[in-house]
């Protein structure tokens, strides 16, 4: 008996996101009528997609120890570089706006490395720089005011389907399924832990910290043009103001789904539950009519509550 | 000789005439000595003797401002611990230098990971290094701790096993241990040294830096002595005595040897 509650207990502590999510999951089943529905599963697809891609990412750079608060600014640079050649050159430019769109990601994604790996400053200071240099950028370039006129054709990306399912939700589906091998089964994706958790150890058994660093916040931008090109997709336009507040979201659903903001810990899966139960959460509070100036409040809470709840299950496992 | 000093065995490491000095305080003068092949060796002195510089200087943590070292013969001023490692030369740090949230085979296989299929993917080859790991462990620690769990939901005492046996799992030839059993208890201290026993009978060279004499006379063959950055001297463990190591340390009693 004891045994079967320490057991319980155990299960508990570690899958408790999991735990939540589906109780969650099935409670809404339940208290209504309209959350089972295709519909309604679709739209929580479409709607969390974006931010399932960037939080892929930034599983990386938290599990380094860090994080990237530069990735909203780099999805809604993505979007405006990307829609603006995409609106001067037409249908044929489409892989171009693509191709521009992710190398100018890819250059603050460098930026950010460099400055994290190669001069040490820290990555809170270098990427809110990098954050609001973008955004300003943006802002200088577009004089603030949105782009239309994208090619029709390339909404097929943003709002079209394959077998029943929203394009943006399989590109989040590739995304973490790749990245989640990168991350669990790839040497690389080991020195990402071995990193977070004891750099000096690390660097003192020969690995090169400074390269994974760099290479963590490359793809955190990386992830960010992806959710751009599709914000993109979406609208067939791109808003210099998109993407406001993201970096923060795609922050507390990887801390919900369980990896702790000191680095060395957390899995790609996690990440997953903790972008749809934060969706689910929206969602539910908009189908039991519940005014959208709450989601905040909750997310802010569940974040709160999941973060409270590990140190207090660690303290109780390690203190008797 | 009257110090004993080894003619049977050959000699793996010669440090000669090395200074070393941090601004003003003199850290090191002219301290020589070697280790012989296959021995453990102690090094004892007071706190600030410079036992941990000189360790430091033999595994290219520090260059000497004056002075060379041998090792199998040949120059070896290290320039990085890197250099020293890539010779055969690994230090046991006294904050272990594991990562705790790593599990006992990755510690144990950082830097050297293996990998399988395609070579630009570098897929962890988990399998083989979890069989590897079992398997170096055991040649010199009889009690395996658990392989697959992270080091630190291990004991000190096990963390401190596996940081001993990754520095003697790479075909090393020397290593250097600085206090390797300072905050352990009885039973973890005796598991400790039988592993240090382990890379003996292994046939590598071990030096110890230990404040516990009982544990210096339990584990080495020989004894080098400092004191205020001078060697006092050496003494074959079976030919000596705490008493006479104490003296040297203290400097209560002239015992001047050879080796200074």
């Known amino acids: 008996m004891t045994l079967g509650r320490t057991k319980l207990a155990s299960v508990a502590r570690r899958q408790g996101v999991l735990i939540a999510f589906v109780l969650l999951v099935a409670f809404m089943f339940a208290a209504t009528s309209t959350f089972g529905t295709y519909q309604n599963l679709i739209n929580v697809l479409q709607q969390n997609s974006i931010i399932g891609i960037i939080a892929c990412g930034m599983t990386f750079a938290v599990i380094l120890g860090g994080f990237d608060l530069s990735v909203g600014s780099v999805t809604a640079l993505a979007s405006v570089v990307g829609a603006t050649i995409m609106i001067d050159s037409g249908t044929p430019g489409i892989p171009i706006g693509i191709l521009g769109a992710v190398a100018a990601c890819l250059l603050v994604g460098g930026s950010n490395g ?4 190669y001069l040490g ?42 077998f029943g399912v929203p394009n943006p939700a399989i590109v989040f589906l590739i995304v973490a399924a790749s990245l989640g091998f990168v991350l669990h089964r790839t040497r690389f994706g080991h020195y990402v832990y071995a990193v977070g958790g004891n750099p000096v150890a690390s660097a003192q058994m020969g690995v090169n910290a400074a ?54 810990r957390g899995r790609m899966t996690g990440t997953i539950v903790g972008v749809f139960l934060l969706g689910v959460v929206a969602n539910g509070l908009n189908l039991f009519g519940v005014s959208p100036f709450w989601q905040p409040v909750a997310t802010g809470l569940i974040l709160i509550a999941a973060v409270a709840f ?11 | 000789m009257i110090d004993g000093s080894v003619s049977a065995v050959g000699v793996l490491l010669r440090a000669q ?40 200087i033999i595994s290219g943590a520090l260059s000497p401002d004056s002075g060379t070292i041998e090792f199998e013969g040949a120059p070896a001023n290290f320039a990085s611990p890197a250099q020293a490692r890539s010779h055969g030369i690994e230090t046991v740090y006294q904050d272990l230098a594991l990562s705790g949230n790593l599990a006992v085979w990755a510690n144990l296989y950082l830097g050297r990971e293996l990998t399988r299929g395609p070579k630009f993917m570098h897929v962890l080859n988990k399998g083989a290094m979890l069989s590897n790991t079992r398997e170096m462990l055991k ?6 701790p658990p392989i697959g769990e992270p080091v630190e939901l291990l004991s000190g005492g096990q963390r401190q096993i596996v940081a001993i046996a990754r520095a003697g799992a790479w075909g090393s030839k020397l290593i250097l241990m600085d206090e390797p059993t300072a905050a352990l208890g009885v039973a973890e201290t005796k598991a400790v040294e039988d592993v240090i026993f382990g890379l003996k009978r292994q046939g590598l060279t071990l030096l110890v ?17 400092l004191r205020r950055g001078r060697v006092i001297g050496y003494r074959q463990t079976a030919s000596t005595h705490p008493d006479e190591i104490v003296s040297m340390i203290t400097g209560a009693a002239a015992s001047v040897g050879t080796g200074a």
């Open chain 2, 209 to 225: 830096i230990s404040h516990n004499l009982d544990q210096i006379f339990r584990l080495t063959d020989g004894i080098w002595v």
């Open chain 1, 121 to 162: 400053v820290n990555p809170f200071v270098a990427t809110l720089g990098t954050m609001t240099v973008v955004r300003g950028l943006i802002y200088v370039a577009t004089n603030a005011s949105p782009r239309f006129g994208v090619p029709y054709s390339f909404t097929t990306l943003g709002m079209g389907r394959l």
């Open chain 1, 211 to 264: 390269r994974v660093r760099f290479a963590v916040y490359v793809l955190a931008s990386l992830c960010a043009a992806i959710s751009g090109i599709i914000l993109v997709g979406q609208t067939a336009s791109a808003t210099p103001q998109a993407a406001l507040g993201y970096e923060l979201t795609a922050i507390a659903a990887v801390i919900v789904g369980g990896a702790p903001l000191g680095g060395g």
């Open chain 2, 17 to 56: 005439a090395i200074s070393k000095s941090f601004g003003a305080v003199v850290a090191l003068h002219d301290a020589s000595m070697h280790l012989p092949q296959g021995e453990i060796t102690g090094l004892v002195g007071d706190n600030g003797a410079g036992k941990s510089t000189l360790v430091k």
């Open chain 2, 139 to 144: 040649r010199f620690v009889r009690d395996v």
């Open chain 1, 114 to 117: 460099w400055l994290i790996a």
């Open chain 1, 310 to 320: 590990d140190g207090y299950s660690k303290r109780d496992g390690f203190g008797s």
